[in-house]
């Protein structure tokens, strides 16, 4: 059974730091491209990054770029998204998803206010 789980979030300043993690179990993760999505209040979903198998190329939103890192740790069966500089539109439920299937965490909550 594919699981992913999303742990890192919480209540920060703006200009603060997070280090969302998203542990993944039920398949070969070193197969398969990961992506961070994040869902606002009242919003859509939103593609906030992506990371490919083998070399672990990376992308970004634009809205991002420049402030989140994503990464990946094979061995531990983690994704990472490093988040800084949080701006309070940041504020979102952070979800990892297992890219071009249906399995998706249950999300971790980012909320950025002063």
């Known amino acids: 059974e594919v699981q992913l789980l999303e742990s890192g979030g919480g209540l920060v300043q703006p200009g603060g730091s997070l280090r969302l993690s998203c542990v993944a179990s039920g398949f070969t993760f070193s197969n398969y491209h990961m992506s961070w999505v994040r869902q606002a209040p009242g919003k859509g979903l939103e593609w906030v990054s992506s990371?490919?198998?083998?070399?672990?190329?990376?992308r970004y939103a634009d809205s991002v770029k420049g402030r989140f890192t994503i990464s990946r740790d094979n061995a531990k069966n983690t994704v990472y998204l490093q988040i800084n500089s949080l701006k309070l539109e940041d504020t979102a439920l952070y979800y990892c998803n297992l890219v071009g299937t249906g399995y998706w965490g249950q999300g971790t909550q980012v909320t950025v206010s002063s």
């Open positions: 990371i490919v198998t083998g070399a672990g190329s990376t």
